[in-house]
Every structure is written in C-alpha cells, then in structure tokens.
C-alpha cells in the first residue's frame, strides 16, 4: 500500500534480529593505526576485497553535495571531477570549509594512498558541490537557495548518484521539488536519516521526502546506533560508528567518528559498485537489488520495512558476488511504485547548463578542523586518539566521547534492533551534517 507517495511499513518489535547471512564479520582496529584503511572494519565487513574482484565502481559518478572536497588529498588525486560552489561563499567547490565533504568523498572513491582512506567504490569519480552549514550562514553571506540549486545542478550533471550526508528540520518546498526532479532524471538520491534519535527524533530533510533513500546507520555489531533517527522516512542502513574521518584543520589526520553522514556514504558507494557491476541497470534496478539483497532477521516477514532499519543493511556483495536480488521494472521506483525517468549508467549525458565534469585543477586552501559545533554528533570523535593520516605530526586532539566503541565488537551473525524512548530537545539550527 501506498500512502503519502511512500510505501508504508510495520514497526518491527523491540526484539526484531537482523541475520548477516554472508559472514559480515569486520576486525578490532587498533589503539593507535599507521594508516586510516586499517580502522575501516566495515570493508572487512562487508567483504570489500571480495567485492572489488569483480566491481570497483568504475564508469560511475557520484556527486556529493557538502562542505566542498579537496582533490589534492592523496586518496582522492585524479578522482575529483569540476563541479560547483552553490553556497557562494569564499572560495570555490574546492575549498572544504570543515572537512566533512573531502572526508565523505575519501569514503566512497577514496584510493587508500598514503595513509588515506581506502573508498568502497575506488573506481568511481565525485563531483562535488558546495553548500552552506548554519555555522557558515552565520558567518558569510550565501546563497539561500544553494541545497536545492546543488540537487537540480548535480541531476543535471553526468553523475547517476547524489549523496546527501547533511540535514535540516525544515521541510521545504524547493527542496522537494529538486530530489523529485533528480528522480525524474533516473538519479539515485541518498541522505542521512539525522543523528537525533534520542533528542526528539524529528523528521530530517531531505531525507524524509518520499524521493529520497533515507539512510539509517548501524554499530559494530550490526545494531541500529542509537544516534540514529527512525520512522517511516527510513529505507536502508549502513555501518556509521567508528568510521575514521577528518579531524584536524589541515586534512592530515583522521579520528573515528560516528553519524548517518557515514551511513549515507557507505550507501552511496554500495549503489556505485553494483552499478558498475551492471552498467545496463537504471537506478531504479540497482536501487531495488540494494532493498531485496539486504541484511534482514530471521524474524523478518517478507515484504515489511523496519522504521530503523528499512529494508536492512546494505550487502553489495550479495548481489556481486552472489546474484541476489531481483532488478525487476527498470522504469518503475521502489521508492514510490511510480513511473521515472533516467537511463542505464552507460548512457547518462550532461546537460548543457550543468558544470562540467573535467579534473578539478583548483589549489584549495586548508580547510578548519570540523568541530562538534559544526558537526555534532558526526564531528565528535569516538576517541581522544586520532589514527595517524600521512602527514600526522601530533596526536592531540581531542573532543567528547561518542556513540560508538573501540572495543573492537564486531558484526556477527546476529544484531538485535534497538528501540529509542527517550524524547529530548531538538537543536534549533537550520542545516547541519547528517
């Protein structure tokens, strides 16, 4: 049944069981890393080096709409593609003002080199676009219109993914209209669901249009993290706690952070590396595999969605490695069971107005580190010990503790659903990363 243009779900129980039905089995990082790639557990997870056999995300492109992305990080040399500052603020796309988008496009293309990020889709290509925060509203004059500018601008660009690891409380009306556009020109848009749950879990944006893939985000051990917002908006989950992210002001120096803007990107790079596994696939294909293809319980009735896990955790390997999952209509969302536009990935064309996708040349200048302010809960980080980027000269950094542990708990066959009670304030500022 279809209500709302979003299809509806019962509410799994208290005791619901996601089964990991291929081993999702990751590794207890240590105290202190040489590199980022070894605190990435969720590729162990998720069987990346299985997965990159036969995809690696090559002829895909995903444009990530954020803080701007630096091109001249090692992990992401030749991965960078022009794309657009819609902010309109101080310098340009290239210019990451916190280092949330550079560290978003590192978890989805990012190659690993020198100590960098290793992406689940290193094959494909981002294209960055540049919006504002409330922080940076507050101190620069931008453009009021720039997330739904960025949306319209990266569907009509060659990307066929757009991720969205940022959210506000405010529905807006623009802001609709450009995610159904995008979906009209066959793009697949993923946003975090928001990190809320437990301080009023109020519906976020534009994660919760009916448009878009809201993405929930998931611990170690396959648990819904309790940061993580619920209800009907929500459509799949992906690992989002204990990721290694920027931490320092000059991108050198990664932390384990938690948040759905992590979720969101581990989800885009799952749609990437199984797009580019099957390039003849519209979005709506590869978005269909992901829900049929995902973890679920045992407990799990065939056809319900969970408020917090949607159609379960992402499994691309499942379908890579495996064949599971069914693509079916190519021209029909599972989303909204109505009728899109788009092509196959092969085929999709920019349009003449969009910026063009040529290798970003620009000379970014270093970036603030991201503080809680800018990016709570994502910008704090799990613990005081930073893991060592290439150019790591200090490990002092230090913030609040998070959501997730260091333990080294990991995914195994079994994860319980957790259920949020508690009703707080919710933080009154316009956007925020998810």
Same mark, same amino acid.
């Given at each position: 049944?279809?209500?709302?243009?979003?299809?509806?779900?019962?509410?799994?129980?208290?005791?619901?069981?996601?089964?990991?039905?291929?081993?999702?089995?990751?590794?207890?990082?240590?105290?202190?890393?040489?590199?980022?790639?070894?605190?990435?557990?969720?590729?162990?997870?998720?069987?990346?080096?299985?997965?990159?056999?036969?995809?690696?995300?090559?002829?895909?492109?995903?444009?990530?709409?954020?803080?701007?992305?630096?091109?001249?990080?090692?992990?992401?040399?030749?991965?960078?593609?022009?794309?657009?500052?819609?902010?309109?603020?101080?310098?340009?796309?290239?210019?990451?003002?916190?280092?949330?988008?550079?560290?978003?496009?590192?978890?989805?293309?990012?190659?690993?080199?020198?100590?960098?990020?290793?992406?689940?889709?290193?094959?494909?290509?981002?294209?960055?676009?540049?919006?504002?925060?409330?922080?940076?509203?507050?101190?620069?004059?931008?453009?009021?219109?720039?997330?739904?500018?960025?949306?319209?601008?990266?569907?009509?660009?060659?990307?066929?993914?757009?991720?969205?690891?940022?959210?506000?409380?405010?529905?807006?009306?623009?802001?609709?209209?450009?995610?159904?556009?995008?979906?009209?020109?066959?793009?697949?848009?993923?946003?975090?669901?928001?990190?809320?749950?437990?301080?009023?879990?109020?519906?976020?944006?534009?994660?919760?249009?009916?448009?878009?893939?809201?993405?929930?985000?998931?611990?170690?051990?396959?648990?819904?993290?309790?940061?993580?917002?619920?209800?009907?908006?929500?459509?799949?989950?992906?690992?989002? #706690?204990?990721? /290694?992210?920027?931490?320092?002001? &000059?991108? +050198?120096?990664?932390?384990? $952070?938690?948040? *759905? !803007?992590? @979720?969101?990107?581990?989800?885009?790079?799952?749609?990437?590396?199984?797009?580019?596994?099957?390039?003849?696939?519209?979005?709506?294909?590869?978005?269909?595999?992901?829900?049929?293809?995902?973890?679920?319980?045992?407990?799990?009735?065939?056809?319900?969605?969970?408020?917090?896990?949607?159609?379960?955790?992402?499994?691309?390997?499942?379908?890579?490695?495996?064949?599971?999952?069914?693509?079916?209509?190519?021209?029909?969302?599972?989303?909204?069971?109505?009728?899109?536009?788009?092509?196959?990935?092969?085929?999709?064309?920019?349009?003449?107005?969009?910026?063009?996708?040529?290798?970003?040349?620009?000379?970014?200048?270093?970036?603030?580190?991201?503080?809680?302010? #800018?990016?709570? /809960?994502?910008?704090?980080?799990? &613990?005081? +010990?930073?893991?060592?980027? $290439?150019?790591? *000269? !200090?490990? @002092?950094?230090?913030?609040?503790?998070?959501?997730?542990?260091?333990?080294?708990?990991?995914?195994?066959?079994?994860?319980?659903?957790?259920?949020?009670?508690?009703?707080?304030?919710?933080?009154?500022?316009?956007?925020?990363?998810?």
């Amino acid at each position: 049944m279809i209500e709302g243009g979003r299809l509806r779900r019962a509410l799994l129980g208290t005791t619901a069981t996601v089964v990991l039905a291929t081993a999702l089995v990751g590794v207890a990082p240590t105290a202190v890393a040489a590199d980022a790639r070894s605190q990435q557990w969720y590729l162990d997870a998720m069987k990346a080096e299985e997965i990159w056999k036969k995809a690696t995300g090559k002829g895909i492109t995903v444009a990530v709409i954020d803080s701007g992305v630096d091109p001249d990080r090692p992990s992401l040399k030749g991965k960078v593609l022009k794309g657009w500052d819609a902010a309109e603020a101080k310098g340009d796309e290239t210019d990451d003002y916190d280092g949330h988008g550079t560290t978003i496009a590192e978890l989805i293309v990012g190659s690993g080199a020198q100590g960098g990020l290793r992406g689940l889709a290193p094959d494909a290509k981002v294209i960055p676009y540049r919006v504002s925060n409330t922080e940076l509203q507050n101190e620069q004059t931008v453009n009021a219109f720039d997330m739904s500018e960025a949306i319209k601008a990266a569907a009509d660009s060659p990307a066929q993914i757009i991720n969205i690891s940022m959210a506000s409380d405010y529905y807006s009306e623009e802001g609709r209209a450009a995610i159904q556009y995008a979906l009209q020109k066959g793009k697949l848009v993923f946003a975090g669901a928001g990190n809320n749950a437990a301080k009023g879990n109020k519906e976020q944006y534009p994660a919760s249009y009916p448009e878009t893939i809201a993405v929930a985000a998931t611990d170690r051990d396959g648990s819904v993290a309790d940061y993580s917002q619920h209800g009907e908006a929500i459509d799949i989950a992906a690992p989002g #706690t204990d990721i /290694p992210v920027y931490c320092d002001k &000059s991108l +050198t120096k990664y932390c384990p $952070s938690y948040g *759905t !803007s992590f @979720s969101t990107a581990i989800a885009s790079a799952s749609a990437a590396v199984i797009w580019s596994a099957h390039p003849d696939w519209t979005g709506n294909q590869v978005l269909r595999v992901m829900f049929d293809s995902a973890a679920r319980g045992d407990g799990w009735e065939p056809g319900t969605v969970s408020n917090y896990l949607g159609h379960g955790i992402v499994r691309p390997n499942a379908n890579i490695s495996r064949n599971e999952g069914n693509p079916g209509d190519a021209n029909i969302s599972p989303l909204t069971n109505k009728p899109t536009g788009g092509s196959a990935a092969g085929s999709a064309t920019p349009s003449a107005t969009a910026p063009s996708a040529t290798a970003s040349s620009g000379t970014p200048t270093a970036a603030p580190s991201a503080t809680a302010s #800018t990016q709570a /809960p994502d910008g704090k980080q799990t &613990s005081g +010990t930073p893991v060592a980027g $290439s150019n790591e *000269t !200090s490990a @002092s950094d230090t913030s609040d503790s998070g959501g997730g542990s260091n333990t080294g708990i990991i995914i195994g066959a079994v994860a319980a659903v957790i259920v949020l009670a508690g009703v707080g304030v919710v933080i009154a500022r316009r956007r925020r990363t998810a």
